[in-house]
């Protein structure tokens, strides 16, 4: 089975496809801008809802100093090993941000946080809190370009990991007979159903889960048809 990957894969997650015997061909259909960072002071409470975010806002210099000693709250099991790797204290990750929007009005309504995320963001973070009269800040440390690219090699199945990468990809490209998408999560899911019913969704938004979904599709349902 050929699939195509609309992003990089990490070289395990690349190798253990191939062992199953998959060929894949990877061609990242966004790329990430990073924007100016001027930010004086921020809250004791920080929110994380992508790993470019995280990146981003540790590696800069003038910015890290200011992330000191603050509580973390995150989505992503992989935007917490990176900051707990860098030496940061998470009190909450959850599998998507209406989750964690809905944690965080519940238990600490009354406490002031800092959001840093991209400009194509998604709106439960900021609108959950504001309805909740949270305090909140918004830093948009980066925003997320398109990188559109005409498919002409046909695929068996084709591997999103982001509303945004099912955009781009749409931009150039239909949804071909026999094709099968495999999605990240459910808000990637949500943005390819508009295209085309033929998807599934990983359990949980990891790479092992999605390897799983891949593997139970070809398997199971494909074997089927």
Avoid at 17 to 22: A, V
Avoid at 192 to 217: C, D, G, M, R, W
Wanted: charged share 25%; proline share 4%; aromatic share 12%.
């Amino acid at each position: 089975m050929r699939l195509l990957s609309t992003k990089l894969l990490s070289a395990n997650f690349k190798d253990r496809l191939i062992h199953q015997g998959f060929s894949v061909v990877e061609f990242p259909f966004i790329k990430i801008k990073p924007l100016p960072i001027e930010i004086d002071s921020v809250h004791d409470n920080i929110i994380f809802t992508s790993q470019n975010a995280v990146r981003l806002a540790l590696n800069e210099p003038n910015l890290t100093p200011k992330l000191d000693g603050k509580n973390y709250f995150c989505v992503g099991k992989k935007t917490k090993v990176i900051l707990e790797e860098k030496g940061r204290k998470v009190i909450k990750m959850s599998q998507n941000a209406s989750i964690l929007a809905d944690f965080i009005s519940k238990n600490h309504k009354n406490e002031s946080f800092s959001f840093f995320c991209g400009k194509q963001k998604r709106p439960e973070i900021e609108r959950v809190l504001t309805q909740n009269e949270t305090p909140l800040i918004l830093h948009e440390i980066y925003d997320t370009l398109y990188t559109p690219k005409a498919i002409e090699t046909e695929f068996d199945g084709v591997l999103f990991f982001s509303p945004s990468a099912v955009k781009s990809y749409f931009k150039t490209n239909t949804w071909k007979t026999g094709m099968h998408g495999f999605c990240i999560g459910n808000t990637t899911a949500a943005s390819l159903s508009k295209f085309t019913k033929n998807y599934s969704v990983a359990k949980s938004p990891n790479e092992n889960q999605l390897l799983l979904s891949i593997h139970h599709y070809y398997t199971h349902d494909y074997a089927q048809k």
